[in-house]
């Protein structure tokens, strides 16, 4: 079943297209990452998935209604964690949650169950009585989580919920997702991490000028659009005879050299690695050192937006 469906998605402001015909769909039960660099869309696009922002063209559909039309009704089991705090510093952590699930329509002993297990889940609840504002980084990152997750959502957006904490929280709050996950909850998930993903994502969107540009599992987008392998070489010394020499191999797509490393891409279906030695061996090279780079989802953002993900 496919609990988004976002169909020929345009989002304008005045002169300038920041979402530009966006089709796509996400399954109940996925937890899908969404990547681009810095201005390619992706808080505008969660904007207009989670109702915030209203759309030029297009539609967008969840849980099988129309978001323009059936706004309440979707949110009701909906939650968002935005990159920003939203919750009241100056509130204990317990009296947060609590706000939050009065919005959602909880009331009595069930609100004051829901808060007591929205604590728990992201380990609060011994502390749910401090002043939310004392908590450090980590502590702020999940108790906004709490706050989202009050009312147990079928579908819960997260944009850069990880920003500014500690690696230590940064693996708790991964650990919160893939078990909110486990529980039944389908997860949007934005990051500047590009090992978050890796570690957590079922499936991956890269957006870029507005536009999903490549979509599939991260096994499915290395095999689309990564068609080289990388070899990093240190060597004793080297002139530029031999580099030249280098790039004349056939299957060497290209040599590049800094100080004493060469960075070597080369076309596997042509020469293996093993054989890309023992030509560089021919050619007196005194290797120091090998390391063979394997591609992975970096590599394939990098081939196609030409930046790093945290640019």
Not at 35 to 53: D, E, M, Q, R, Y
Not at 288 to 299: D, F, G, M, R, S
């Amino acid at each position: 079943m496919n609990i988004i469906e976002a169909s020929r998605l345009v989002k304008k402001y005045k002169n300038t297209v920041a979402v530009d015909g966006i089709d796509l769909t996400v399954k109940e039960g996925e937890i899908f990452g969404l990547l681009g660099p810095n201005g390619a869309g992706k808080s505008t696009f969660i904007g207009t998935l989670v109702g915030t922002l209203q759309v030029t063209e297009g539609s967008v559909r969840i849980f099988d209604k129309d978001i323009s039309k059936e706004s309440a009704a979707i949110k009701k089991d909906m939650g968002y964690v935005p990159q920003d705090l939203a919750f009241f510093e100056k509130l204990s952590a317990y009296d947060n949650v609590l706000y939050w699930g009065r919005l959602y329509g909880l009331r009595g002993s069930e609100l004051k169950k829901a808060a007591q297990e929205a604590l728990e889940f992201t380990g609060l609840w011994d502390r749910r009585k401090e002043q939310s504002e004392k908590f450090s980084g980590g502590m702020k990152r999940r108790l906004n989580i709490a706050c989202a997750i009050v009312h147990k959502p079928k579908l819960l957006f997260m944009d850069e919920p990880t920003v500014g904490v500690d690696p230590q929280s940064r693996n708790n709050i991964l650990d919160t997702i893939k078990d909110l996950n486990r529980n039944g909850t389908t997860v949007i998930y934005t990051s500047h991490y590009m090992e978050e993903v890796e570690a957590i994502c079922d499936r991956v969107g890269i957006m870029d000028f507005g536009k999903i540009i490549a979509l599939g599992t991260i096994d499915e987008l290395i095999s689309a659009h990564v068609t080289d392998e990388c070899a990093i070489i240190e060597v004793e010394d080297i002139d530029l005879q031999t580099i030249e020499a280098i790039k004349r191999i056939e299957g060497v797509n290209s040599c590049e050299r800094e100080d004493k490393v060469l960075t070597l891409h080369v076309n596997p279906g042509m020469i293996t690695m093993m054989q890309l030695l023992e030509k560089l061996i021919a050619k007196k090279l005194n290797i120091q050192a090998v390391n063979i780079e394997k591609p992975n989802l970096e590599t394939v953002f990098l081939m196609l937006t030409g930046k790093k993900l945290r640019d």
